[in-house]
Nanobody, 125 residues
């Protein structure tokens, strides 16, 4: 079992930046592929970004490519999502997730075993 706790959400104007953090409870954090997903009202949860166990590989959704950056610090058991040039359509609850079943990046919700409780990001236009 691993518990994930997100933080860093909030209200920001369009064009601004936020940095989300996700702290994991397990020292074996480095064994998990990590991902960020988001869910807007009345929409399905969608993939945002994922990073391999070592941090050497990343994949982004087309909608955030070039604006968002995923990173991880395995020594601190934490994954981050730096969000720049935010748009109103980025408004959603953001979730981090951990996958123990695969060696590299994953972009599907069913591939993840553990989820955080989510943090709200609201971008005003």
């Amino acid at each position: 079992q691993v518990q994930l706790v997100e933080s860093g959400g909030g209200l920001v104007q369009a064009g601004g930046s936020l940095r989300l953090s996700c702290a994991a409870s397990r020292r074996t954090f480095g064994m998990y592929v990590m991902g960020w997903f988001r869910q807007a009202p009345r929409k399905e949860r969608e993939f945002v970004a994922t990073m391999s166990r070592s941090g050497s590989s990343t994949v982004y959704a087309d909608s955030v490519q070039g604006r968002f950056t995923i990173s991880r610090d395995n020594a601190k058991n934490t994954v981050y999502l730096q969000m720049d040039s935010l748009k109103a359509e980025d408004t959603a609850v953001y979730y981090c997730a951990a996958s123990s079943s695969y060696p590299s990046t994953r972009r599907y919700t069913e591939d993840y075993d553990y989820w955080g409780q989510g943090t709200q990001v609201t971008v005003s236009s």
